[in-house]
């Protein structure tokens, strides 16, 4: 896909999330949205996946740390046709196999089941080690939150993925600047994340914005050249994105839209699309 064409994708994988969570009556739009780029381009750019073969064993790996935001990985595997767009609208419904976090069992192309904030990037590294022992040349990717960094096992999970030098994985830092009780420097700052994951003998790439495609992709082609150690990219992105009224707003972090502003929120999306109708 070229970048237009990624754009547009994004949009519609945005319009999937916000129909999935209103439907719901509940989720996470926010960190959904914000992530919603690096979602796209992991799935229609960087990682070798087969949605006719989901469990083809040489694939590339993700795992989404922060489980919350299913509603983004639900969108991104149904347009890139793991299962029916159609199927979003029955996030969190009873019967439904689109629960509220990530469940491996039952929701094809999700690799690890996850949810409880810290663990993704254990098993992510888990996985990567298991490559190593079986010189198996797939890559694995993990998508954390900058608030879920705040959990010890973060920090555990990085120093076994230094010391054993795992430069097939790939550790995605999503940092928005908000979680769900509010801005992360005041509940408990994580800050220099950089630094802090430099300390761990990673390879880090820090993403001025992370809601554009020319950086992600500069991004993960640099990863894909480091020898020896893992990389962590720091990402830069603005919670809620293209949805007017939850940019930069912690309190979208876990609630769904009503009607009224589910009509906003569409016809911002809307928009979006059709200036990248006109490029």
Not at 98 to 124: C, E, F, N, R, T
Not at 131 to 153: F, H, M, P, W
Not at 157 to 162: I, K, L, N, P, Q
Request: glycine share 10%.
């Amino acid at each position: 896909m070229n970048k237009l064409e990624l754009q547009k994708m994004a949009n519609e994988i945005r319009k999937g999330i916000i129909t999935a969570v209103h439907s719901a009556k509940a989720g996470h739009p926010g960190g959904s949205l914000s992530a919603t780029e690096v979602f796209t381009y992991l799935y229609f750019e960087e990682m070798n996946i087969d949605p006719k073969n989901p469990k083809m064993a040489n694939r590339d790996r993700f795992v989404l740390s922060k489980g919350h935001t299913a509603p983004g990985l639900y969108s991104t595997l149904a347009h890139r046709g793991y299962f029916p767009v159609e199927d979003l609208v029955t996030l969190r419904h009873i019967g439904s196999y689109l629960q509220g976090h990530p469940d491996m069992k039952h929701i094809p192309g999700v690799d690890m089941s996850s949810g409880s904030l810290g663990q993704g990037i254990s098993a992510a590294a888990g996985m990567a080690l298991s490559a190593k022992l079986s010189n198996d040349s797939y890559r694995v990717y993990t998508l954390l939150g900058d608030g879920e960094i705040q959990e010890g096992q973060v920090w555990e999970a990085a120093m076994f993925a230094g010391h054993r030098k795992l430069d097939n994985l790939t550790v995605i830092v999503d940092n928005n600047g908000l979680q769900i009780d509010g801005n992360i420097e005041d509940v408990c700052s994580p800050y220099p994340i950089d630094k802090k994951f430099e300390a761990f003998n990673f390879h880090v790439i820090n993403v001025e914005d992370g809601n554009d495609f020319d950086q992600l992709k500069a991004a993960f082609d640099e990863a894909k050249t480091i020898k020896g150690m893992p990389t962590a990219i720091i990402m830069k992105t603005v919670k809620g994105k293209d949805v007017s009224f939850m940019e930069n707003d912690a309190g979208w972090h876990g609630k769904a839209p009503n009607d009224e502003e589910f009509a906003v929120a569409m016809a911002d999306l809307e928009k979006v699309g059709e200036a990248l109708c006109q490029k």
